[in-house]
């Protein structure tokens, strides 16, 4: 069993959240690290009007969305299964360009991204609307809503690439519900960020099609994906969506090569079959390659899963051997504040080269890309 003293509890736990800040006036570009901007905003009412990307036109006024796989059909006046698009008389419109419900300065490693500038913050924004409906979602409040259900404030990607600026974070991350569903407003903050030497990070299900991923690849710098199984029919009943198109954007991105790694909730009696991970474990190592962080996280009670309980920690550690086991070289645990699987070890002469306590880096033993102890080079973007 991992052990970790109340006196470092209480230590990383302050140093992770920010402690205890009040917000600040939006307009003077001075909120603190930790306040979510829309405390500090007047809220708008106006939904945006912004032609989408990724449709074609039909008869009588239809369009299909061709955004993500669900490629919706959708009449005048109607909106897709993610509620944030509509079509307007034949054209497609975002209704969430540079409306966000959601914004903070997160530590990277909230995201989680472990080999991705760690120890530096991220400016994490979001809009309402999803394009999955996941049972276990934590922030359902503003994924499963339409866009005139959640306070929005007007947040356009110029301010949002100065407001990153200002609160001294190296990236722009796109999280909270999913991006893929405002696609277009990722797309311009990212642009906006670069001019600033900002970077950018997507936190996603990756349910989306080929083209706008790789167009999105090349103004963005570091993906997640949130893995959710590896059966159809958890993705269908479970997530509402499919497995075998995330499958192929994982193989996308590995071949891109853009950074990418992969989050795995452990839901107790629904995907945390052993079978199903040395499985997926296996196909990640073959189609991804071994360098692919993969975080086991722990599952907690959420939404419409409240009748299970949270992962057990033996079954996340099970879950972690086999990885390792399979191959996998970088292999984490994820929601257990202070296990030793929070760590990065180097593959080759077995040692700690980050120690992390939650959010908050307790050690970094890398040194231009590579191990300090043995010179192995570590995969990532450390600076």
Known sequence: MFKIKRRDFLKYSIAATGGILAPKVLGDFSILEGIPLAYAQERTTKLSKVEAKYYKKLEHKEIQCLLCPKECKVGDKERGYCGVRENQDGVYYTLVHSLICSANVDPIEKKPFFHFLPGTKAFSIATAGCNMNCKFCQNWQISQVRPEQVDNYNLTPELVASYAEHNGCESIAYTYSEPVIFYEYMLDCAKEGRKKGIKSVVVTAGYINHDPLVELCKEVDAIKVDFKGFTEKYYRDICRCELKPIMDRLVDLAKIGIWLEIVYLM?????DDMKDIKRMCKWMLKDLGPLVPIHFSRFHPHYLLKNLPPTPVSSLEKAREIA????????????????????????????????????????????????????EIIPGVWG
């Open 267 to 271: 839901v107790p009696t629904l995907n």
């Open 324 to 375: 390792l086991e399979t191959g996998l070289k970088y292999v984490y645990i994820g929601n257990v504040f202070g296990h030793e699987g929070e760590n990065t070890f180097c593959p080759n002469c077995k040692k700690k080269i980050i120690g992390r306590i939650g959010y908050t880096i307790t050690e970094m033993n890398i040194k231009d890309n590579k191990c300090k102890f043995c010179g």
